[in-house]
């Protein structure tokens, strides 16, 4: 079988990330179908990111779902704060500057210091699945008919991504030999949370003055896959096999995705989980001294809360398997609880 062709997005210093096209998969031949989906594991085994491109998420949908969060993080800090985030169960509400620290530590103690020391420069809107009993979404809907289009749009958005999450996590299955619908039934509750995040301007002194400043602080994430969605600032950066980080720029149209922890865990370590973090915009600032705000949006996909996870087939007959069971609720809950 012949390979898809896969072009570069990153390269360098030993990193290389593939931009892929998803559509050969959606709709192309069995053999291309296959082929692409061989691609897709090769970028998390080898980089644990991957860009993905004609994804079937409109344009269209990507730019309003960018408007309407620009307009949340506009609305009155009083507002914003009466749909505070609050408990790592639920994961669900906005959370202010300084409140969240995102690290590799899982001590909250330790957390707690490096966040008093270097606290992330961003805010933050989360949103679950709208359907959980006791576990309520925060929305704007109850001030005005903003927030009920606010409301509407996000949870169109949810499902959207919910979709994308479900075709990638087959494609990845493909990919692993096992049968594409094997990870089905622990994708189909959509038990995901999609982050809104506003990076506000920031004078150059701000990195200058303060030695390991960042907008986003080094970490990996905690889940299976992540969606991410940036705008045209730039300042993602991704640890490359070498120990340096490496800058991921925008590309028009496509979804930065990567590995998360419970993944790598799930894959017995043959997929990587990536350090990365968001720093200084490679770009000056264009005028004065200050870098204008960045948004972007993740949404963070998990195995379905009341599953367990252990390692998947084909991962682990040669050398045995790495890790212990774990529930995926009970793990996410445990990391986020650090987090926050």
């Not at 103690?109 to 008093?116: G, Y």
């Not at 120990?243 to 894959?267: E, H, K, Q, Y």
């Not at 998990?302 to 045995?320: C, M, S, Y």
Request: charge should be negative; charged fraction near 25%.
């Amino acid at each position: 079988m012949a390979p898809v062709h896969v072009d570069s997005a990153v390269e360098k210093d030993n990193l290389f990330i593939p931009l892929i096209d998803f559509s050969s998969f959606i709709d192309g031949t069995p053999q291309e179908a296959i082929a692409t989906a061989q691609a897709i594991l090769s970028g998390f085994q080898r980089a644990g990111f991957i860009y993905l491109k004609n994804h079937g998420i409109a344009p269209s949908t990507v730019s309003n779902v960018f408007a309407q969060s620009k307009s949340f993080f506009e609305r009155p800090q009083e507002q914003k704060d009466a749909l505070a985030w609050y408990a790592p169960e639920a994961n669900r509400g906005y959370t202010v500057f300084g409140r969240e620290k995102v690290t590799q530590l899982e001590d909250k103690d330790d957390v707690e210091a490096l966040k008093a020391a270097l606290p992330d420069l961003k805010e933050s809107m989360e949103i679950g699945r709208d359907d959980e009993p006791g576990l309520p979404n925060m929305w704007p809907d109850r001030f005005d008919e903003a927030g009920k289009e606010f409301k509407s749009t996000m949870m169109g958005f949810h499902d959207e991504c919910k979709r994308l999450h479900i075709r990638l996590m087959q494609a990845i299955a493909a990919g692993m030999g096992i049968d594409p619908s094997w990870f089905d039934g622990f994708t189909d509750r959509g038990d995901n949370t999609l982050r809104l995040l506003h990076y506000p301007p920031v004078s150059r002194e701000t990195f200058t003055q303060k030695k390991g400043q960042v907008r986003a602080g080094e970490h990996s994430d905690y889940g299976s896959i992540t969606l991410l969605f940036q705008d045209s600032r730039g300042g993602l950066q991704v640890e490359s096999p070498n120990g340096t980080f490496v800058d991921a720029m925008p590309i028009p149209d496509t979804i930065v995705i990567n590995a998360g922890d419970l993944l790598a865990r799930w894959s017995n370590d043959t997929i990587k989980s990536t350090k990365h973090r968001v720093v200084e915009p490679p770009r000056p600032p264009e005028e004065g001294d200050t870098y204008p705000a960045r948004y972007s949006i993740a949404y963070f996909c998990n195995p379905n809360f009341d599953r367990l996870i252990e390692a998947i087939p084909g991962t682990f007959e040669a050398k045995g398997k790495k890790y212990e069971s774990v529930n995926s609720g009970d793990y996410l809950v445990r990391r986020l609880t650090a987090t926050y």
